[in-house]
């Protein structure tokens, strides 16, 4: 997890409302995702970027929006939470070649 | 912590035997391959990696085979200790996207 954090770590949140996750990464690395990861579905991409203000979808993105201002955080927004998003989600980084390196993850739980 | 799978293949080993854990992956055009180990309550962990144009990668304690012909990975894990309990996935790289796509996983138990 060394370079990169997310926050918050645990969040508990309401069907309706927004919240925004944050990863930031020390590592100057180019490439940033955000996955899910639920029982029986593993880790699923929701959003990758692979620049300043270059975001494209992942396959399952729908309800879930992204900003990359500056290289060092990436955002993801549920613009109007739901149970169904209730998950752990996972920042990753990744550099020229393939690897990736994961955040220590946030426990999201929609009511 | 995080359960990562309700049913995920499992595989109890003796402390100090060796453990093998395989994995299938869906493109034939795919020629980077990772695992990770993920322990209970952290994210993912990089643990070695191989391209395809080699068919064995050894680390510490740990070796990546790979056999193209029939789209076949596997992770060899030497004298097993207790901390390596986990649940540990394959990836492989989506051609043309720097992306990866990750197998379901499978929860090794060391039995002391």
């Known amino acids: 997890d060394a370079g990169i954090t997310q926050s918050p770590r645990h969040k508990v949140t309401e069907t309706g409302t927004p919240v925004t996750l944050r990863c930031h990464q020390t590592?100057?690395?180019?490439?940033m995702y955000w996955y899910r990861q639920d029982p029986g579905h593993g880790l699923r991409l929701i959003h990758y970027?692979?620049?300043?203000?270059?975001?494209d979808k992942g396959e399952v993105s729908d309800g879930y929006s992204v900003s990359r201002s500056k290289t060092e955080d990436f955002l993801l927004t549920l613009e109007s939470a739901t149970s169904s998003q209730t998950s752990v989600y996972f920042c990753a980084i990744g550099g020229i070649s393939y690897e990736q390196y994961f955040g220590p993850g946030t426990r999201l739980t929609v009511t | 912590g995080e359960s990562v799978g309700l049913h995920l293949p499992t595989l109890s080993v003796q402390e100090g035997d060796n453990s093998i854990i395989n994995c299938a992956y869906s493109n034939s055009a795919s020629d980077y391959f990772i695992w990770y180990k993920q322990e209970s309550g952290k994210g993912p962990q990089f643990i070695i990696d191989?391209?395809?144009?080699?068919d064995k990668r050894q680390g510490q304690r740990v070796t990546v085979l790979l056999n193209k012909t029939v789209k076949h990975l596997s992770l060899q894990i030497a004298a097993t200790q207790p901390g390596d309990s986990a649940v540990y996935f394959c990836?492989?790289?989506?051609?043309?996207?720097?992306?990866?796509?990750f197998g379901q996983g499978t929860r090794l138990t060391i039995n002391p």
């Open positions: 990836a492989e790289n989506m051609p043309g996207a720097q992306k990866l796509v």
């Open positions: 590592e100057n690395h180019r490439y």
């Open positions: 191989i391209r395809s144009n080699m």
């Open positions: 970027s692979y620049g300043v203000k270059d975001t």
